[in-house]
């Protein structure tokens, strides 16, 4: 399994706080069945920038370490761009390996910004391809899953999260992942690990969820084939969309629903 969002650097942003804790992360990884990684920490504004040198060092320490303690996981680096309207994309680290293609992007949990369909749109047209990270989160999305049809029309690609699929981000969260994986409209899963705990660094068992519930190779596609391609720059394959469906639930179903909206 290749999980292309993760943050993995020691003191960078909410991610591991030293490197004891880095290297057990990636212990777990290992011991789940993930063989690369894609490390993606926040980029908040273009200032962030400024910490690119320090990203990249310890990016090549992190490799060091992982030799020395004989861990079979590959890395690789990235990003994860909060949206606005003048996202730097040239830098080393916005593009995923610096292929100058695929970037991660987050929108606010609250909402998506007025600005971004356009602004993607011109994005996409230059052949850059916008990997939409954790779309099921996003309150937008949760109230309007066919908002995340209208982007990947456009060519924008969805990148999900895999507590969303097992449960550990809410119902409705889970929901909005059914509906979404339902319809075709996610093209990767990520582990968006932070640490060993609360948000770990595991596919595993979203991984089973996915190959029970879609089949192994819609599994096999999103848990590795799609994220392979993305991280050296090539087409990912992007199955023909459906109309978004409501789930049709119970009463209680509906109820929760209500609440998210
Ligand atoms: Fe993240």
Redesign the pocket.
């Known amino acids: 399994m290749i999980d292309i969002?993760?943050?993995v650097l020691p003191q960078i942003d909410d991610g591991p706080a030293n490197w004891e804790e880095t290297m057990a992360m990636l212990h777990q990884a290992e011991e789940d069945g993930v063989t690369e990684v894609a490390i993606?920490h926040?980029i908040l504004s273009n200032l962030d920038y400024e910490r690119e040198p320090e990203i990249i060092a310890k990016f090549e320490e992190l490799k060091k370490r992982i030799s020395l303690e004989k861990i079979k996981l590959k890395i690789h680096l990235g990003a994860?761009i909060y949206s606005q309207a003048d996202m730097e994309l040239h830098h080393v680290i916005s593009t995923y390996n610096n292929n100058k293609r695929y970037f991660?992007v987050?929108f606010p949990m609250q909402g998506i910004p007025r600005f971004v369909a356009d602004y993607f749109f011109k994005i996409i047209t230059k052949g850059m391809t916008p990997i939409i990270?954790?779309p099921e989160r996003n309150m937008g999305v949760i109230r309007s899953p066919e908002r995340a049809y209208e982007f990947v029309q456009r060519g924008a690609v969805l990148q999900m999260n895999a507590g969303s699929i097992v449960g550990r981000h809410g119902e409705p969260v889970k929901d909005a992942a059914t509906v979404l994986l339902n319809s075709n409209l996610i093209h990767f899963v990520?582990s968006?690990g932070?640490n060993t705990r609360r948000r770990p660094l595991r596919l595993r068992d979203a991984r089973d969820a996915v190959a029970q519930g879609w089949g192994e190779e819609r599994a096999q596609l999103l848990f590795h084939d799609n994220p392979a391609r993305a991280l050296a720059g090539e087409p990912v394959h992007i199955p023909e969309p459906l109309p978004v469906q409501p789930l049709h639930k119970g009463i209680w179903g509906k109820l929760r629903s209500a609440f998210a909206s």
């Open positions: 969002h993760s943050h993606t926040h994860e991660l987050e990270a954790h990520g968006d932070h």
